[in-house]
């Protein structure tokens, strides 16, 4: 009786740890490390829009979105990166390289367009006038304690050294 299937070692029943993780963003499952990045992109990006304070909330919500899909990027990277080196078959296999990268590829588009409906610009922090005044008036009274009572002077009852 002959054998059923492929030879032993063909790569159309490619398996790899991609798939977990395409289960688990499905999910929205993220591990501590990638919810700590995802925080930190979170937080940058909103920084970058001049801070919380001054963004809209579709502005915070597309910026959620492109920290999660940061922080997925960054957990299917690292998992191509151990299929790589845990099945060297699959860097010369045209169709696991393209599963690898299919699992990937819509989540860098998404990435890539939510990026550039963002914007790349750095807005500077709108201060209000009061603020403006209230760091001058508290620079005003530093520097006149500072040289108020300058070490090895003496004052008069004029006020002068």
Known sequence: M????????????????????SDRRSNGTLTPDEQSIREEILAGLLADKGGEAQTSTATKILAEVIASDAA???????????????NQKARSN?????????????????????LT??????????ESLRDIIDEMTEDDETSENSSQDAPGTTQNEDGNG
């Open 94 to 114: 045209p169709k696991a390289l393209a599963t690898l990268d299919g699992y990937k590829r819509g989540l860098v588009n998404s990435l890539t367009g939510n």
């Open 72 to 86: 997925w990027l960054v957990a299917f990277n690292k998992a191509t990166d151990t299929v790589m080196e845990s």
């Open 117 to 126: 409906r963002f914007g790349f610009d750095k807005v500077t922090k709108v």
């Open 2 to 21: 002959a054998s059923r299937g492929a030879p032993i070692g063909n790569q159309n029943a490619f398996k790899h740890g991609l798939s977990a993780i």
